[in-house]
């Protein structure tokens, strides 16, 4: 998370730094999910995927609904840039990342520190 914090704080990048704030999203985003699922089985609960492993961390009360549907979200982003890689795609990517998935990771985050 300190990584994509770092990333995510410039304001312009090159098609390198672009391509690295993209791997850090992945990175986290697959770093999240799977600490929801290991949160979860803790609980009880089996999940084997990672829409399963959010839509039960809502469930669970752990997530609120606009950050697990956020998630999704980011989850579908990450799904297609790793299955399509086009210029105009990867610079929409980085606003979203910027704007939208790095804030609730944080968020997150924060919670499993709590917990």
């Not at 297609?80 to 609730?104: D, G, N």
Request: hydrophobic content about 40%; aromatic content about 8%; proline content about 3%.
């Amino acid at each position: 998370m300190a990584q994509l914090r770092s990333a995510c704080q410039r304001e312009r990048y090159s098609e390198l730094e672009r391509a690295g704030l993209i791997q850090m999203f992945e990175f986290s985003l697959e770093l999240a999910w799977k600490t929801l699922k290991d949160w979860l089985a803790e609980e009880g609960f089996q999940v084997a995927t990672p829409r399963e492993a959010i839509r039960q961390s809502f469930e669970a009360g752990l997530l609120p609904e606009e950050d697990a549907q956020l998630l999704l979200e980011a989850l579908r982003q990450r799904n297609l840039l790793a299955h399509t890689y086009r210029e105009e795609l990867a610079e929409t990517a980085v606003e979203s990342i910027k704007r939208r998935y790095f804030p609730v990771l944080e968020r997150l985050l924060r919670r499993l520190q709590t917990r």
